[in-house]
Structure formats: structure tokens, C-alpha cells
């Protein structure tokens, strides 16, 4: 890779919750795989995040970023064409947070929703530090854009700040971050609520063909269509939400008969589970081949550290020089 290229730079960050979900890869993979032909891509896997939550319970952490990179790598991400790497394997994440950390107040930070949300099961000092350690993530190598929901909008507005502070008190060493947001497609789980592994209502992308069909037979559909016959709201069933992405055309195959009650919810989901297991196959091969050699994933999070920390201690010499923190004797 020569960066020399003039292309803008994306910064993401996930935290590593091992193998992903059909609502990780539609949310956010998928959207990453085709920012990598455009931009200088660093996909970061943040594991100092992950420790806001759970700090006690580390010893499944490595295998949990193993599985993220092979899904990474299988949904698509080219190793050649963006760095996929470890938080905190690049120290320097950790100085720009201390760095940063004088340059917010408390109160801007317990008034972030994200710390609102959760501050009755989350009161550590960590925790409220978490924006400020994701502006470090991204100042960090500059990046123009950071791809994100509409929930991640106000940590970005927090870098932006942060790289602004930063510029105006000592000179101007950072890019100003933008939100590049995106519209994330709903994706619900078999209850009803949010897909996510913690309520284990998702479908992984490394089940079997197998558990993704009996994972589909168990979501939930629209109450009041109790068995084939009974006309049904698709726009209350999570089954038709990922119709909607895996069907070609849902609005006339999947809702009209669903309504009339001619389409049957044990029908409507095994055309759901045929098209979805179709979707995830070449996904769930290169996954496959990938767990052959687990060595090879081993090195491409190695180069992608070393390229990564290339960049990082770039941006962090000029931090340094910026604030005169240099105590060499003269050359
Ligand atoms: N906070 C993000 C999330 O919960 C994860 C994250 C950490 C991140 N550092 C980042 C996202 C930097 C984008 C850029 O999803």
C-alpha cells in the first residue's frame, strides 16, 4: 500500500464481540467492504472499548478477535487494501486518550447519552471516558470520515471538538472528523428486539445452514397470524425486515400474500431461510478456508498493526512537538 496516493482517509471501529451477526455485517461490514476501493481504510477492533463492559472476564478476549478478523476478512475486507488491526496493540491510542482527557470537561462527558444510558450499571471512570478514547481512535490517523449509525453521531461531534481544541491551543496537527452516516437497515432478532448476540436472538454468520433455518422457525411474526389462512401485517413481522434485504422483490412476492393470509409464516420462512443461507454461502466458505489457517489471520493483524502504528506515530510526534513535550537535549 503507498500512501503516498491522494485519497481520504476512513477510520472504523468495532468492539469485539467474536463471530458477527447478520446485523453487524448489513449495518456496518457490508458498507465498510465498499469504502475500501475509495478511501485509505483503517478498521480497528477495539478491545480497550470492550473492557468498559467487561473488565473482570478477559480470557475469551483473544479468541473473540480472532473470530471478528475472520469475519472481516471473509465478508470481504482486502488486507491489501485497508489496515485491520488491534486497538491495543497501537499504544498511541492510549496516549492521545490521556492527551485528550485534559481537554474535555467532566460534564460535556456525563452529558453524552451513551454514558446517560447505562451509567446505572456503568460508573467507571473508563466507561466515562469512552467517547473520549474513540476520539482517540480517530484523530489519531487523521481521518477525514468515520463511518457510523445515527447513535455514534454525537461521539464524532466529540472528536471534531476534541481536534479542534487541540488545533486552537497549540497548532494545527488534526483533521477534523465527519460522521459519513448511513442509513443502517432494521434488522430485528427472533424476539422482536434489536438484533444483538447479548439478547441471543441473532443469527450469526458462522451457523450452519442447519441453525440458521431452526434459528428463522423460532422468530417471532405478526401475533395475530395464528396459522395459514389469517391475513398478517408483513410491517409488524421481522421475518419480512430481512425479506426486504434478501428477497428480490418482497413487495409483491412476500407482503400482498401474506396479507391476504395465503402465504403462511412457516412458508414465508423457509423462502427467507433458502434465500438468506444463499446469501451467507460464499461468506461462510471463505470463513472455512480461513480457520485452515489461523496463522495467516495472526499476520495479516500484524501487518496491519505495523502499518497502523506507522501512521499513528506520525500524527503523535507532531501531538508531542505541538505541546513541547520533548525533553532531548539539543542535536
Ligand atoms: N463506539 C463504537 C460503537 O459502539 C465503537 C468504536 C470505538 C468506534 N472506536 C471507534 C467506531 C472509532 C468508530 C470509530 O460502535
Redesign the pocket.
Known sequence: MTEHIKKKTI?????PTGSLHIGNLEGALKNWVDCQDDYWMYC?I?DW?SLTAEYTDTKGLKEKVFQMAVDFLAAGLDPEKCAIFVQSEVIEHAELHLIFSMLISVPTLTRMPTYQEKKDKLDSYGFLGYPVL?AA??CLYNADF?P?GKD?EK?IWLAKDLAQRFNSTYKKVFQEPEALLREIPLILGADNRKMSKSYDNHIPIDFTEKQTEKRLKSFYTDPNKQRKGDPGNPDKCPIYLLHKIYSDNPEKEIAPPCRTGELGCVDCKLKLTERLNKSLAPIREKRQELLKDPNQVWDILATGRDRAKQRAGNVMDKVRSAMKLSYRKKK
Open positions: 477510520l472504523s471501529g468495532m468492539q480497528c477495539v472499548h474513540q481512535d480517530i468515520v457510523v455514534q461521539h
